[in-house]
Structure formats: C-alpha cells, structure tokens
C-alpha cells in the first residue's frame, strides 16, 4: 500500500474547517565526507542532500494530524525509488513519509493511528527500554529510528499505562558503502532470515514520577530491531531477526549537586539464541561560567554491559547484533560552547569496549547563527577485526554537514 503525504491529509480535512493554525517546519541538510582509507565497496568520497518537512494541524477539536516527509539524495546510490511504502522495506527511499499519524484526544485517553516514531529510552545509543522502531544503520554512527504503522492508545500524564500495537514487521536499513562491515578473511554474507511481513508485534508501558524521578516499567513481544548471527555454511555468515520478549525498567531523575542519573536494566528472552540481561548507567551534568562568564559545558558518562543468562550462540559472532555491540563499553559526550550566544560548540562523542578492545570517537566543531549550524568534525573507529568497532577501522572519515532550520 503506497500512501503519499498528500492523500493521508486530505482524507483529515474532511472532518471540518480548522481548529487551530497548522504548523509547518522542517530543514534542510547537506553532508559531504572524505575517507582516509580505500574501501573497494565505495568510493573515497561521499555526498548527501536531504530535505525533511513536517505539518502539525488540527481539523478539528479532540483532533490532531502530523506529517513528516523527506525528499533525500546521495553519491552513492543509497536512496532510490521514488516513493516508499506505508511500511518501509530495508532500502532508503528518495521520497519517505517518515511519520504520518492521527490523533484524538479526550480527557486522560489519547489514541493514535498511523505511521508512528517510538522513543522510549531514557539512556543514550544503548536501551533496553527501546524496540519498537526499526534503525536506519545506512550510515551507522546516526542510528536512526524509522517509523512503523501502529496503534498507539495511552492513558493518564504523569503517572500513565501506554499499549503499542505494530500490525507490519519492518526491517532495518542496515549499513552500505564505506559503512558496510569487513568481515574476517573467508568469510562472507549469506541469506538474512526475514520475518512474515504480517507479524504482528505488541509492546506495553508504565510510568510514573516518584520523589522527583521518572519510572517506567516496560514490555516488548516481537522481533529485535537488529539481525543477529544465525549459521555458517559454506564460510557465509546466515543472519535472522529473532523473536523476543523483552521486560524492562528505567529511571531518571537528579540525584544531588546538578548531576542527572539514568537507569536501564532489561532482560532479552530470544528464541534460538542467547538469552541476557542488558544494563546501562549513566549520569550527566551541566556546568556554567567554567573558563569564561558565559561559557558552557556538558557532560555525559555512561556505562553499559551484559550477562548472559543462556549462552547459544558463539561468541565470537556477538557483535553481528547492533544492540549486543557495546557489552562492558563506556560511553561519553562531551560539548563546550564558547558563550552564551552558542555561537561556537566545541564537542567529542565516542565509545570504548574494555573487554574486545575497540573504541570509536568523533571530535567536531560547530557554528551557528540564526536557523543556519555547520559542523565539520572527523570519525574514528578502531579494534581487533572480531570486536564490534574493529570491523569499520577501514571507514574512517572527516566530515563536514550544514543545516538550515525553518
């Protein structure tokens, strides 16, 4: 079923006359990247212009429309086509409805149907809590999620029960080009398993705010968002996407002197394959007037790690699974602005494995003014080639991306 962003809102506009005034934004982004080293998949420079465009509007009381679209074009060929579907296959698309969903709201009850973004993490890159949505791993380091067609009903605010329920199995878009894994010598790809498109999925949510801390209790049934190891044959490495029931908790709240605590602790019970226990601390904090009287700095430190509970699969294939990547992994975001204009933005993001060995890091600056930012900054992966980073030393890069807000 193709359904483009135009049929979705007018087949809206015939409840009645508007509400409220719509709201339209969106922005615009190139990217251009030039890699160190010569990767025989791709070539050593690369190039993408994106353009993404939203409408919030309100035809009529209780109701609510929102639109997400995005026109995108590469050097490499990443996103072709014309127009992808309601539920998105594993390929980028050139034109994509990244969200499109109605809501209607009444007093504690709020329910939604349509294309739909899921988020309900509280901890940065590593999650328990966060499954629903697919990832856009084309180009690996952004992680991005895709939206899936859903019902969403919650009910209640602060304290509130939420029930998610996914009719259509959507894939990842997994990594390609520069970003596409050099696996050990022998090996090579084979057949990735996929899941019956018509599967459903269903997840379920609780949370509330006590003594000043955000809780949330949280079910998962369905498939894991990442492709995991299934078998050898013939040196070609076979990968699924598992079926799974994932039960998790979180919470967030400050705990003294400015510092913010976030908890994840969930239990990952997969059919055909390892069962474990996937934990993520971490804790932040912003500080004012460090070197100068209006200067700025953040700081994000979190630790992750993992105990299996049924151990099925080798271990050396673990980290074909995205989600399993960062097992006894540090990670840390560090940003300075230089004044209280934001004008200039100093900042580093990276993650280091203490028991494969392998790491990632991204030093950038950027540059504001006004709806315009540029950020030019350099990527940098490195490890053993059976570690999870050490399969992309190869894709190291300097980049440059402008974006202009409207």
């Given amino acids: 079923m193709r359904i483009l962003t135009a049929l979705l809102a007018l087949s809206v506009l015939a409840v009645s006359g508007w509400s409220a005034e719509p709201k339209l934004g969106g922005r615009l982004e190139t990217m251009g990247a030039v890699n160190f080293h010569n990767r025989d998949n791709a070539n050593d420079a690369f ?74 993490s509280v901890t940065d890159t590593v999650s328990p809590s966060d499954n629903i949505c697919p990832r856009d791993f084309t180009d690996l380091p952004e992680w991005e999620r895709v939206g899936v067609p859903a019902l969403d009903l919650q009910i209640g605010y602060e304290t509130f029960f939420e029930l998610v329920y996914v009719p259509i199995f959507t894939p990842s878009k997994l990594p390609q080009g520069n970003w596409e894994r050099e ?71 400050e705990i ?87 004008k200039w933005k100093l900042a580093c993001e990276g993650s280091y494995n203490f028991n494969d060995g392998d790491s990632y890091i991204q030093p950038s600056v950027a540059w504001q003014r006004g709806n315009i930012e540029v950020e030019a900054g350099v990527s940098i992966a490195s490890g053993p080639e059976d570690s999870f980073w050490g399969g992309w030393e190869n894709s190291d890069r300097a980049f440059i991306k402008a974006t202009y807000h409207f």
């Fill in 47 to 120: 190039g993408e212009f994106r353009a993404v465009t939203s409408l919030d509007f309100y035809p009529a009381d209780n109701w609510s429309v929102f639109l997400e679209a995005e026109a995108r074009t590469d050097t490499e060929g990443y996103a072709s086509g014309v127009i992808d579907d309601f539920s998105e296959n594993g390929e980028r698309w050139i034109i994509n409805l990244r969200e499109g969903y109605l809501t209607y709201r009444k007093g504690i009850f709020q329910l939604k149907a349509g294309k739909q973004i899921f988020d309900w």
């Fill in 183 to 253: 696996l050990p010598a022998g090996l090579s790809y084979g057949d990735l398993n996929m899941p019956n498109h018509g599967v459903g999925q269903f997840a379920a949510c609780f949370g509330t705010t006590l003594s000043g801390f955000d809780l949330g209790a949280s079910w998962y049934h369905g498939y894991s968002f990442s492709p995991a190891f299934d078998s050898l044959s013939l040196a070609e490495i076979n990968y699924r996407y598992n079926r799974e029931d994932v039960f998790a908790f979180s919470a967030a709240g």
């Fill in 256 to 342: 003294g002197y400015g510092l913010m605590l976030r908890a994840e602790v969930g239990y990952f019970d997969q059919e055909n394959d390892d069962d474990f226990v996937q934990y993520v601390l971490g804790v932040d904090r912003i500080w004012d007037s460090v070197l100068r009287p209006t200067d700025q700095l953040y700081l994000l430190v979190q630790y992750s790690g993992e105990i299996e509970t049924n151990d099925v699969m080798p271990d050396r294939f673990r980290y074909s699974d995205f989600r399993r990547g960062f097992s006894d992994a540090v990670l840390a975001r560090v940003e300075y602005t230089l004044s209280d204009s934001r």
